[in-house]
């Protein structure tokens, strides 16, 4: 089964709003193994919309259109699918009855009945969420999915009714999804060390995803039950881990900040942050993690040299001798922020984001990120590429997972 997404509504030609549900969708298929053939927005326009059905079907099996199912007079997505399989429109009584109960508190909106309205002989899927429900309509071996616009709608939708529906067309195969988390490792370095594995994939197969500061594996494989693709999935894995386990930091839904923070709450330490080039990037990380309070005890942008001296306590000497980009500079903040904050723990990032500011000897991008666990020091040093706030931020990430590593 191949599949094509069709995006309606001007606003997101205009750039009002990011497409983000083609991306959830896409990322849905790709774990169950189905193929995207592409993505096309349309703006609120029947004759375009028509078109775009056409053309779409031309390329896959099935279409899935999103957005335009509201009872407004520009919400014309149903109407136009209607006329593009020549069936009329019709009522579906346990939408509608779904309906009434959303708004038996309030009464019903003024044409609100339209989200009930539904092209003949068309399966609704329930909007648990909302008042206009997804259509799934077959014909002539083509499948049409229409899903509301609303990321909040739509996901739960798309997983609660959309997928069984799915995997019933797919045969009842079960598709399962492992995804391993790499930093410090580039998307053609890690692709060079598994090219055999690359080279000989078929189920289950392996797709590689470059990020900002870190790539992301997905094994994806295909078999009759969870179980027996978990099974076919594990001895690809292992052997990954064996080769490049060292520049894996988790898997799934997990995250650096979110692991870090666990790696010091485990050891019942507390931390603190300073940072120069990073500029508070790597406090910001750690404070989205709930429960940081709990290891964090201060986090402070020391960004001159008298900023370091004063508030860190790093001896003027060492900055006057290394400079403040330096393996010297960055151990006496580590050292200083722990001390000055009462913490078991200092991490600190100092360096040249650019554009300007670079030397021969040290040039833009270079970094030094310190940590003090207990009094026992270390340095890395990192030689990152790209612009300013890339640099930055893979700095930021690079320290997170300097720590992870230290405590694991």
Known sequence: MTVEILAIGTELLLGNIANTDAQFISRQLAGMGIGVYGHTVVGDNRRRLHAAFA????????????????????DITKAVAAQFFARDMVLDAAAFARIETRFAATGLPENVHKNALVPAGAQTLPNDHGSAPGVWLEQDGKTLLLLPGPPHELEPMFVNYAVPLLREK??????????????????????????????????????????????????????????????????????????????IYGEGDADLPTLAVAAVRARGETLAVAES???????????GVSGVSAILNEAIVTYSNEAKTTRLGVDAAIIAQHGAVS????????????????AGMGLSTTGIAGPDGGTPEKP??????????????QVK????????????ERAAMAALNLLRRALS
């Not at 099996?61 to 335009?68: E, K, L, N, S």
């Not at 080039?277 to 404070?287: E, N």
């Open 327 to 342: 393996a010297e500079c960055a151990a006496a903040m580590a050292e200083g922020v722990a001390r000055t904050a009462g």
């Open 277 to 287: 080039c990073t500029g508070g990037m790597v406090a910001s990380l750690l404070v």
């Open 170 to 247: 797919s045969g009842g195969q079960i598709f399962f999804s492992r995804t391993l988390k790499f930093i410090g490792m580039g998307e053609s370095n890690i692709e060079g060390q598994l090219k055999d594995l690359f080279d000989a994939q078929e189920n289950p197969t392996l797709a590689l995803y470059a990020k900002v500061w870190e790539c992301h594996l997905r094994l994806t494989a295909a078999a009759s039950t969870e179980a027996a693709a978990r099974d076919m999935i594990e001895p690809t894995a292992q052997e990954i881990y064996a080769r490049l386990g060292a520049y």
């Open 381 to 392: 040093k990192l030689q990152l590429a790209g612009e300013r706030n890339t640099i930055r």
């Open 55 to 74: 053309h779409a079907f031309t390329k896959a099996d099935m279409v899935i259109a999103v957005g335009g199912l509201g009872p407004t007079d520009d």
């Open 364 to 377: 833009v991008g270079t970094v030094f990120i310190g940590l003090c666990i207990n009094g026992t020091t």
